[in-house]
């Protein structure tokens, strides 16, 4: 099986609660970035934090029969974070310290059963970088982002597609 490199990104209108998710995989960082087969899929009622992990679980689900291991480069600090946080949030049976469901409790758990399938590792990558700024991780990881930005803006009535960038 391959170890593959996924890219994941989203954008949302938080007003109308729709969002659209992008990613695309690699076997390698050699990749051309006008070369990058981008998948779009459009959300509703989402948010920021739901759609980041919606997005994720996606693309980790559509890729799953590819591979066994992954590196995920994302902006989402949750989704770098979830991982050191599982023992808590299960002993804690996804409530807070209020007593209070989280939000987004079944996203959690459908992500550590996905990371318990596939060995992901998660690297956090700093978005909306100047260009002169980016390295070659950031260069890739800004076509999600401008993907995401770009259906979002022209708010696209289809549910999922793909298209490069």
């Given at each position: 099986?391959?170890?593959?490199?996924?890219?994941?990104?989203?954008?949302?209108?938080?007003?109308?609660?729709?969002?659209?998710?992008?990613?695309?995989?690699?076997?390698?960082?050699?990749?051309?970035?006008?070369?990058?087969?981008?998948?779009?899929?459009?959300?509703?009622h989402?948010?920021?934090?739901?759609?980041?992990?919606?997005?994720?679980?996606?693309?980790?689900?559509?890729?799953?029969?590819?591979?066994?291991?992954?590196?995920?480069?994302?902006?989402?600090?949750?989704?770098?974070?979830?991982?050191?946080?599982r023992?808590?949030?299960?002993?804690?049976?996804?409530?807070?310290?209020?007593?209070?469901?989280?939000?987004?409790?079944e996203?959690?758990?459908?992500?550590?059963?996905?990371?318990?399938?596939?060995?992901?590792?998660?690297?956090?990558?700093?978005?909306?970088?100047?260009?002169?700024?980016?390295?070659?991780?950031?260069?890739?990881?800004?076509?999600?982002?401008?993907?995401?930005?770009?259906a979002?803006?022209?708010?696209?009535?289809?549910?999922?597609?793909?298209?490069?960038?």
């Amino acid at each position: 099986m391959n170890n593959l490199i996924l890219f994941s990104d989203g954008s949302v209108n938080t007003q109308r609660k729709i969002g659209y998710g992008a990613y695309f995989v690699v076997n390698d960082l050699s990749l051309n970035p006008a070369d990058a087969e981008i998948k779009l899929k459009r959300f509703e009622h989402t948010s920021s934090t739901k759609l980041e992990l919606q997005t994720l679980l996606w693309a980790l689900k559509e890729i799953k029969p590819l591979t066994s291991s992954v590196t995920v480069y994302t902006d989402s600090q949750n989704i770098v974070g979830l991982p050191g946080r599982r023992h808590r949030l299960e002993q804690n049976n996804y409530y807070s310290k209020n007593n209070k469901r989280l939000n987004n409790y079944e996203l959690y758990q459908e992500f550590f059963n996905m990371i318990d399938q596939v060995d992901c590792n998660f690297l956090k990558v700093t978005g909306h970088l100047p260009s002169k700024l980016k390295n070659r991780i950031d260069r890739l990881f800004s076509l999600v982002d401008k993907a995401s930005r770009n259906a979002l803006r022209a708010n696209k009535t289809s549910s999922s597609g793909s298209a490069k960038f």
